[in-house]
């Protein structure tokens, strides 16, 4: 029997897919995201009351600076999350994955808890078991790689223990 999330996320997730949400989705969500993580310590946010959400903290691939980006994960198992770099099916591939591909070693914010991870592309052969995982979770999703006319970079965030960064 499906769970209430579930069919919560069958009846939502079309709707992420229309030309308004995604021309409003990139503009509201991510400062609405920033005003309730700020208000509330970084403990929640507003995408995890449907899905899995976590923030990445990256270092920028050309500016050195710490970056942010709240961000839908899939679980992997052993710790590791799944991210994809959709963008609201742009046919840019979003700026957090090219920071990763040049600093790999990053950290995520889950429910408030910091923690460090190393970030690996998921090859081509991996692609199709991580996009049935993602599509398991919020059914459709892929359809954001259709329509970007792209191929979505996939990452694994595998967390790391002891790993220090100076920049963090």
């Known amino acids: 029997m499906p769970t209430v999330l579930h069919v919560v996320r069958s009846v939502v997730s079309p709707l992420t897919r229309t030309r308004l949400f995604r021309w409003a989705g990139p503009r509201v969500l991510p400062p609405v995201e920033r005003l309730i993580s700020r208000v ?4 929640v946010q507003v995408s995890a009351l449907l899905v899995p959400s976590l923030v990445l903290h990256t270092t920028g691939a050309r500016s050195g600076e710490p970056r942010e980006s709240a961000l839908m994960y899939t679980p992997d198992g052993r710790g590791r999350a799944i991210v994809a ?84």
């Open 40 to 43: 509330s310590g970084g403990r």
């Open 85 to 168: 770099g959709t963008s609201f099916a742009r046919d840019r591939h979003p700026g957090w994955t090219y920071n990763l591909l040049a600093h790999p070693d990053a950290a995520i914010t889950v429910r408030g808890r910091r923690m460090p991870v190393h970030a690996s592309l998921i090859p081509d052969d991996d692609r199709e078991a991580a996009w049935a995982r993602i599509e398991a979770q919020w059914p459709g999703y892929r359809a954001y790689e259709r329509d970007s006319g792209r191929v979505v970079r996939l990452f694994r965030l595998q967390p790391v223990e002891g790993l220090h960064r100076a920049s963090m």
